[in-house]
């Protein structure tokens, strides 16, 4: 017993020290945690770094899609050019028709389409085409080319304007 009393009065009298040391190894293991645990620095350095990467992804991603929206921009833009452009020969062919002739395919054509055609061709020719066309189709042509440049909806009835009399005259 007497070694077990000694080791006791060891004990005793080293109690701060030993206090001390396991206080010390508790701060130890809980840095070690802190640092390399689930949630500790290192995995939080890596989260960090995956972090940028998506980032600079994302950065890179949105320039390309800008780059993708401009040149989507700039091909519409030359298709509007090529379909203005292919208007505008169909434009030229109905100025280079007699009047007559345009006038029977003007009387056909839908009002949306006519009246497109019509505000591109030259005032001087469209006004021999229209007096070739029929009194109901000039009228209603001339009513919303007059709407439209007025910026108005249409709103008179075609049927309470003064009707047109007399016969086209030939060319």
């Not at 640092?35 to 972090?51: L, P, S, T």
């Not at 009387?107 to 006004?127: A, C, W």
Request: glycine share 4%.
């Amino acid at each position: 017993m007497d070694l077990l009393g000694q080791v006791g009065d060891w004990t005793y009298r080293s109690r701060r020290k030993l206090a001390s040391a396991g206080v010390g190894l508790l701060a130890c293991l809980l840095a070690w945690h802190v640092v390399f645990g689930a949630n500790g620095m290192v995995a939080w350095e890596h989260k960090r770094a995956d972090y940028r990467q998506l980032q600079q992804q994302i950065d890179d991603l949105q320039k390309q899609n800008q780059q993708l929206e401009e040149r989507i921009k700039a091909l519409m833009h030359q298709k509007d050019e090529a379909d203005a452009a292919k208007f505008k020969n169909v434009v030229t062919m109905y100025e280079n028709m007699k009047a007559k002739d345009a006038a029977r395919i003007f009387d056909r054509l839908d009002l949306r389409i006519l009246v497109e055609v019509s505000t591109q061709i030259n005032p001087r020719k469209m006004s021999e085409i229209m007096a070739q066309m029929t009194p109901e189709n000039a009228e209603r042509l001339t009513v919303e080319l007059a709407n439209r440049s007025n910026n108005q909806p249409k709103t008179q009835n075609p049927d309470q304007l003064p009707k047109i009399e007399g016969k086209p005259s030939g060319s």
